[in-house]
């Protein structure tokens, strides 16, 4: 059968290019006003900093256009400019501690991290051409993400910091492997998904107005149940467990589209946490916190008390609407406020307005993550796509509403913003799968002609092809034509 090419579809790289301005002025423009705060002049090295994270992110660009030419146009911007400000952020806090005795400063690494990052970013991008190869590797990618989630319980190898044994150490380099765990599990939970979601969506009993699923089917959700269980009481870590058992049943649901999967998942995870918070004492004390925050005696506790928490609250409260303005607040009264905290920070100097500009930054994030897998094909790529989103979606959720004492505290980290060599790693990787996925999501099918279009014309006896205008069930006939062409008898992808 012959085929044409269809419409010219835009590829985007130009609004991306664009955007990418934009999103490197303002990093730089924070990292400007951070120093201009802090010392009344503009820092010495704007100039080199600006003309690093711009090689960076046109090193990006570039890679797109050559690799992933039609990936979403918005998803790298966001994350540049994200990046940027958390770095600006952080090296304000680096100004506030320089005159201490013994302070650490943490700019300098997050910018290498950075750089790291996007390397390894446009690495994933230059060697993986198909999203669906990583269906091959599904339990392979079940064994690697429990490797690394119990990785810090090796004894000589993992480390306990501030309660919470979630860190591995060697060669004088630290890392949080299970921030690349929540990566082979989702890639896991999409290949496994995919191929078992007719029995966990068609069978099972209907109880007033909600199917729910047989006993037998279970029995995945009970494993992780229990897998997010291990995790809190062995490396005393609610943040990961939340996650991993979070993003199981997010993905559970996107491939079933059953709520009775989400209302099993909430209850059994309230069981978890009522257990654990009755059993676990470093749970309770963060229900403590949680709930008795002003307390006289909770605030004054030595170890596990609430002081970093109201501290955070207090620099929300001094932000006000507008903030303080960079430089002009004191965000390093606050215990990790370059990572557990820098939501916080941010609240103070640029105020409501400016986190709210940062949520919303988040939230296009994620809609773009889940219009590609809206988009996308095949089953598998539209599992991993959602999935990645709601990774980003629970960590800014989780991290937020523990700073504003929504919900407790968990430890987890703030996507792109906060210190740490891990998350960063682990959150450029999920916005080059998703800018993979987003390309073929994007990329337009060829069109397939129809019999009329390949009629001979009474005059010249040669096939006349209209590419300019189709009707609507031309249109639609060709679009299923070509996704049959791609997925194959039976819906199976090629």
């Not at 006003?33 to 802090?38: A, K, P, S």
């Not at 060697?127 to 990785?151: E, S």
């Not at 209907?206 to 062995?234: H, M, N």
């Not at 998703?434 to 060829?446: C, E, Q």
Request: with cysteine.
């Amino acid at each position: 059968m012959a085929t044409v090419q269809s419409h010219r579809v835009r590829a985007g790289r130009g609004t991306e290019l664009w955007l990418l301005v934009l999103a490197l002025a303002i990093g730089v423009a924070a990292y400007a006003l951070v120093g201009i705060g802090v010392t009344d002049a503009v820092p010495a090295n704007v100039l080199g900093y600006g003309a690093g994270m711009a090689v960076l992110a046109f090193g990006m660009h570039l890679v797109l256009r050559w690799r992933a030419p039609y990936a979403d146009p918005v998803i790298l911007p966001v994350v540049v400019a994200l990046n940027g400000i958390g770095l600006a952020m952080i090296y304000r806090i680096d100004l506030a501690r320089s005159g201490r005795v013994g302070a650490e400063m943490f700019a300098p690494k997050q910018l290498a991290w950075t750089a790291i990052s996007v390397v390894l970013a446009a690495g994933v991008l230059v060697v993986l051409r198909d999203h669906r190869t990583l269906r091959r590797y599904t339990y392979t990618a079940m064994v690697l993400g429990l490797v690394l989630l119990v990785l810090p319980l090796v004894p000589g190898l993992g480390v306990e910091i501030n309660g919470a044994r979630i860190w591995v150490r060697s060669l004088g380099f630290s890392l949080q492997p299970a921030e690349l765990g929540k990566i082979a599990l989702a890639v896991f939970f999409a290949g496994y998904l995919v191929t078992n979601r007719d029995t966990l969506a068609l069978a099972g009993p209907r109880v007033l107005g909600i199917q729910l699923p047989r006993i037998r089917d279970l029995g995945p959700i009970v494993v992780a149940w229990a897998a997010s269980l291990a995790v809190l009481i062995f490396e005393r870590d609610l943040g990961t467990s939340l996650l991993f058992f979070g993003l199981f049943v997010a993905m559970l649901y996107l491939a079933t589209e059953r709520i009775s999967w989400v209302i099993i998942g909430l209850l059994m995870f309230a069981v978890g946490a009522a257990a654990a918070a009755a059993s676990l004492s470093h749970v309770g004390a963060r229900f403590d916190v949680w709930l008795h925050a002003l307390d006289d005696d909770v605030f004054n506790q030595l170890y596990g008390g609430s002081g970093q928490l109201v501290r955070g609250l207090y620099g929300l409260a001094s932000g006000g609407l507008f903030g303080t303005g960079w430089g002009q607040g004191r965000p390093d009264l606050v215990p990790y406020a370059e990572s557990d905290f820098i939501i916080a920070s941010l609240g103070e100097e640029i105020g409501l307005t400016g986190l709210m500009a940062i949520l919303v930054a988040y939230l296009v994030l994620c809609q773009r993550g889940l219009r590609t897998a809206i988009g996308v094909r095949d089953g598998f790529g539209k599992l991993l796509a959602g999935g990645l989103a709601f990774v980003i979606a629970v960590q800014c959720f989780v991290v937020v509403g523990g700073i504003t004492r929504i919900i407790p505290l968990t430890g987890l980290t703030t996507p792109f913003l906060a210190y740490g060599g891990s998350s960063l790693l682990a959150n450029w990787v999920i916005a080059a799968l998703l800018l993979r996925i987003s390309d073929d999501a994007r990329r337009p099918a060829p069109a397939v002609l129809t019999a009329a279009e390949l009629a001979p014309t009474p005059s010249t006896g040669t096939p006349t092809v209209d590419t300019t205008a189709d009707s609507t069930a031309t249109q639609a006939t060709r679009t299923g034509a070509a996704t049959h062409e791609r997925r194959g008898p039976g819906g199976a992808d090629r």
